[in-house]
Antibody, heavy 119, light 110 residues
């Protein structure tokens, strides 16, 4: 059974870069046809797609975040990562990672990790 | 930028039927948008209910169904139960690798 687990600092200072890793177990991150995505949810608010990376290495980002987001894959560690630069308090959210393909975009999900942006 | 619209809240009686919708600020939702639906309870990660318009995810009861109704995607819950009280989110594929979530619907069962 495929499982995903987010990890990274729970507190990031304003203007710094948020870095998170998603570790995939129970399957290979190099599997063709799938992509690996990040989604976030500010406290008390809805879900927001951040971006995805395909098995081919192609990346796709939310246009509203594109200038600050980088998603990459480390196949040797079966992990993929998110970097979000120049963070502000508005980036405080639970960050989820998920696997998907076009018609089943996000499944399964990781349990999520809360990242707070504060000095 | 395209906005995906959902009812902010909805209420249904136990045993009743409710249809939640997922639309576009401009244009109509079709199967080409591969609408998916997720259920989320407080403190939990979302759970996939429906994908590709009307395919139920593994383990999802058949009282959850998806469809296209008019110009929107729809999630219908037939015979609502107390534990269906959750937030429901739709997501649409906009093409070119881009996805957009709706704002979510808070469903109350009372």
């Amino acid at each position: 059974q495929l499982q995903l687990q987010e990890s990274g600092p729970g507190l990031v200072k304003p203007s710094e870069t948020l870095s998170l890793t998603c570790t995939v177990s129970g399957g290979s991150i190099s599997s063709s046809s799938y992509y690996w995505g990040w989604i976030r949810q500010p406290p008390g608010k809805g879900l927001e797609w951040i971006g995805s990376i395909y098995y081919s290495g192609s990346t796709y980002y939310n246009p509203s975040l594109k200038s600050r987001v980088t998603i990459s894959v480390d196949t040797s560690k079966n992990q993929f990562s998110l970097k979000l630069s120049s963070v502000t308090a508005a980036d405080t959210a639970v960050y989820y990672c998920a696997r998907g393909f076009v018609d089943l975009p996000f499944d399964p999900w990781g349990q999520g990790t809360l990242v707070t942006v504060s000095s | 930028q395209t906005v995906v619209t959902q009812e902010p809240s909805f209420s249904v009686s136990p045993g009743g039927t409710v249809t939640l919708t997922c639309g576009l600020s401009s244009g109509s939702v079709s199967t080409s948008y591969y609408p998916s639906w997720y259920q989320q309870t407080p403190g939990q990660a979302p759970r996939t209910l429906i994908y590709s318009t009307n395919t139920r995810s593994s383990g999802v009861p058949d009282r959850f169904s998806g469809s296209i109704l008019g110009n929107k995607a729809a999630l219908t819950i037939t015979g609502a139960q107390a534990d269906d009280e959750s937030d429901y989110y739709c997501v649409l594929y906009m093409g070119s690798g881009i996805y957009v979530f709706g704002g979510g619907t808070k469903l109350t069962v009372l």
